[in-house]
C-alpha cells in the first residue's frame, strides 16, 4: 500500500456517460494486481470529505486507468480534474482475482462498468484468452469491449433492451452459453457487477461444480480495514457467518463464501 | 529552539500530545503500511468488551456535508480476542496503547478493566461510556450522571491503570461530567465522543444508516468539541484529551488553545492517513515559531 500525489494524463468521454482518467502513478500502477482498487482524495468540494474508491481499468508505462460514471457530488467533482492536476491516491489495495487455473477456461462477467475491475485479469490473470460476457441495460452500458477483443477475448453482450446483443440479462446469456457452445468447457468464472448478478453467477458456479471470484462492491469509508463501513457476511469456519472487509478480506470473494443478505448462511 | 513535544497525562507519558482516536486506526497494522507508529503519542484503539461482537447491518457510515454519521455498533474481538490477536503485533512498536472499553453493564465495564489490568502492556484505559450506537442503554451511560458514576467507580476499583473517561458532547453541562470523572479517580477526561445524528435518503425515505442513527464525526463537530474543551478544563485539574474533527495542526492548536492537553486524530484518518503526523509536525513548527517551548505552554492560553 502506498501514498501518492499522482498527475493527471488526461480525462475523456467514454461510452455514454462514462468517463476514462489516466493518470500518472509510477509508485502504485506497477504494483496493481488484476482486481485491485485505488481509492482517490477528491479535488476541492470542502464538504465532501471520503475518498472514493475505484477499480484500477488499465495499468502501464507507469500510468493507471479508472472507468468511472459521475453519480453523485464525489464524481461530479472528479470531471473537474484537467491534465497536469494532482490527485491523492491510496493503493494498491484489495486482495485482487486469483489467477486462472492452468486447466480453466477463464470466463468473465461484467455488469456495467464491473468492466473495469475484469481487464487486468483478462490481460494478466489468464494464460490465454476466454470469453467476456457484458451486461447493461442498454448499449451505452457496454464498455470497452474493444480492449478486451484487442487482447483476442470474445465478448458476448447482453443488453436488457436488445440494443447491442442478447436481449436479456446477462446471467442468461451464460446460462445458455453453458448449456450450448460453452458446455464442453471447464470454466472459472471472475465477475464484477451488481450485487443481483454476482449471486445469480455464484449460483451457476455452484450448480456447475466451478469456481467463481466475486468482486464485491459495497459502500466503503477508510479503504484500508480502519473503519468497519463496508463489511460483508462470509461464512464462518462454524457454520455460521461473520463480517468481512470488503476493502482488506475482499473486494474479492469465492461464491461459495458470500452469504446474501437475504439467506441465512 | 526546538520545541520538548513530550506532554504527561496524569501517570502517562508521551512522547507528544497527539493520539489517534479509537474507532478510526482499527487495532494498528490497518495503517503500519504508511504510518510510523512510533511517532504517534499513543495509539487508542477500537472499543472493545468482554465478548466478541458483530456490529450493525450497513450501511455503517454515511458522508455528509464536512462530516461522516457512523453507526459499526462496537464491532470487535472481545478481550480475548485483541489480547490474543492484536495486542502482541502492537507491542512489537514503541507506541503506547491506549484501550478504549465498553461493555453493556455495569459489571461488565468493571470486569473488561480488571481483565486488562492483568494484562502486560497497556498504558491506559478510556472508557467509552458515550457511544451512541449501542442500543442496551450505553448512551444513558455518557448522560445520565448517575449511571456515569456508577461505570466510573466499578472501573476505577478495578484496575490501578489510567482511567480516561471519554464524555458525550450531547449534555447540557459538560463541566459536570468532567467533575464527576474527576472525582471519581480519573486520570484525565478525553472528549468529545461523536454526536447522535440521522440522516435520510428522502427518495426512499428510509433511513441511510441500517442502525436509523449515528454518531456524527469530523469536521463538522469541531466547533462543538472546542467549546466542550474549553468547558470541560476549565471545570478541572486533570489534564483533557481533545477531540472531534481535527484534520490538521492548526485544528490541534486551536484545541489546545481552549484547554486540551493533547488531542486526538481521528475521521481525518480515513480521508488521510498521514494526519496525525502531519498534525505532529505541525505542532513543532508552531510552537517553536510561536517560541513556546512545550505544548503545556499552549493548553488553556485562549486570551479573553
Redesign the interface.
Known amino acids: 500500500m502506498q501514498l501518492e500525489t499522482g498527475r493527471i494524463v488526461e480525462q475523456r468521454s467514454g461510452a455514454g456517460v462514462y468517463r476514462r482518467l489516466v493518470v500518472d502513478a509510477p509508485a502504485i500502477a506497477p504494483r496493481v494486481r488484476p482486481g485491485q482498487f485505488v481509492h482517490v482524495r477528491l479535488p476541492a468540494p470542502a464538504d465532501a470529505l471520503l475518498r472514493r474508491p475505484f477499480s484500477v481499468f488499465k495499468t502501464g508505462g507507469g500510468r493507471l486507468e479508472i472507468l468511472y460514471k459521475p453519480v453523485g457530488r464525489g464524481t461530479e467533482a472528479m470531471r473537474a480534474l484537467a491534465a497536469g492536476d494532482a490527485v491523492s491516491l491510496l493503493g494498491p489495495l484489495g486482495n485482487g482475482f486469483p489467477p486462472c487455473p492452468a486447466d480453466a477456461d477463464a470466463v468473465l462477467v461484467a455488469g456495467g462498468y464491473g468492466m473495469a475491475a475484469l481487464y487486468l485479469q483478462a490481460r494478466d490473470g489468464a494464460a490465454r484468452p476466454g470469453t467476456v460476457f457484458a451486461g447493461g441495460k442498454t448499449k451505452d452500458d457496454i464498455l470497452c469491449a474493444g480492449d478486451f477483443a484487442a487482447l483476442g477475448w470474445t465478448v458476448r453482450p447482453a443488453t436488457e433492451d436488445g440494443s447491442l446483443g442478447e436481449r436479456g440479462l446477462v446471467t442468461d446469456a451464460l446460462r445458455r452459453w453453458l448449456a450450448g457452445e460453452g458446455a464442453a468447457s471447464r470454466p472459472a468464472f471472475y465477475a464484477c457487477g451488481p450485487n443481483g448478478m454476482l449471486k445469480a453467477v455464484g449460483e451457476i458456479a455452484i450448480a456447475a461444480g466451478r469456481p467463481a471470484w466475486l468482486s464485491i462492491d459495497r459502500h466503503m469509508g477508510c479503504g484500508v480495514g480502519a473503519c468497519l463501513t463496508c463489511v460483508q457476511k462470509i461464512r464462518a469456519p462454524d457454520g455460521g457467518w461473520m463480517w468481512q472487509r470488503v476493502c482488506r478480506e475482499g473486494p474479492v470473494f469465492e461464491c461459495r463464501q458470500v452469504v446474501w443478505e437475504d439467506e441465512s448462511p | 529552539m526546538t520545541p520538548d513535544l513530550s506532554v504527561s497525562l496524569g501517570p502517562l507519558r508521551l512522547r507528544n500530545p497527539v493520539l489517534v482516536a479509537s474507532?478510526?486506526?482499527?487495532y494498528g497494522p490497518?495503517?503500519a503500511?504508511?504510518v510510523d507508529l512510533s511517532r504517534l503519542g499513543a495509539i487508542v484503539v477500537?472499543g472493545i468488551r468482554l465478548d466478541p461482537t458483530?456490529?450493525n447491518p450497513?450501511?455503517?457510515?454515511v458522508?455528509v456535508?464536512?462530516?461522516?454519521i457512523?453507526a459499526?455498533g462496537l464491532?470487535n474481538p472481545g478481550v480475548d480476542g485483541f489480547v490474543r490477536d492484536y495486542l502482541p503485533f502492537l507491542r512489537r512498536h514503541d507506541v503506547p496503547v491506549v484501550v478504549n472499553i465498553w461493555g453493556r453493564t455495569v459489571d461488565e465495564y468493571a470486569e473488561v478493566a480488571g481483565r486488562f489490568d492483568a494484562v502486560e502492556g497497556i498504558a491506559a484505559l478510556e472508557v467509552n461510556v458515550s457511544c451512541p450506537n449501542i442500543k442496551e442503554g450505553s448512551r444513558a451511560f455518557g448522560t445520565n450522571p448517575e449511571m456515569f458514576r456508577r461505570v466510573l467507580d466499578a472501573v476505577r476499583a478495578r484496575t490501578r491503570l489510567p482511567m480516561i473517561p471519554k464524555l458525550a458532547p450531547n449534555v447540557p453541562d459538560i463541566a459536570a461530567f468532567a467533575r464527576d470523572a474527576e472525582r471519581a479517580g480519573a486520570d484525565a477526561v478525553s472528549l468529545i465522543n461523536s454526536m447522535p445524528a440521522m440522516a435520510i435518503d428522502i427518495e426512499t425515505r428510509r433511513p441511510r444508516l441500517g442502525h436509523v442513527t449515528g454518531g456524527l464525526t469530523?469536521?463538522a463537530i469541531r466547533p462543538i468539541a472546542v467549546r466542550c474543551v474549553w468547558e470541560a478544563a476549565r471545570a478541572v485539574r486533570i489534564p483533557v484529551i481533545g477531540m472531534g474533527g481535527i484534520m490538521t495542526a492548526a485544528d490541534a492548536v486551536e484545541m489546545m488553545i481552549a484547554g486540551a492537553s493533547a488531542v486526538a486524530v481521528g475521521?481525518a484518518?480515513?480521508?488521510?492517513?498521514?494526519a496525525s503526523i502531519e498534525v505532529i509536525d505541525g505542532l513543532r513548527d508552531y510552537l517553536a515559531r510561536h517560541g513556546l517551548a512545550s505544548p503545556r505552554d499552549l493548553t488553556g492560553s485562549l486570551r479573553t
Do not use: C, H, M, W
Not at chain 2, 474507532?23 to 482499527?26: L, N, P, R
Open positions: 474507532g478510526t486506526f482499527g490497518e495503517y503500511d504508511l477500537k458483530a456490529g450497513p450501511p455503517r457510515t458522508e456535508a464536512s462530516g461522516l457512523n459499526i464491532q469530523g469536521p475521521t484518518n480515513f480521508v488521510n492517513p498521514l
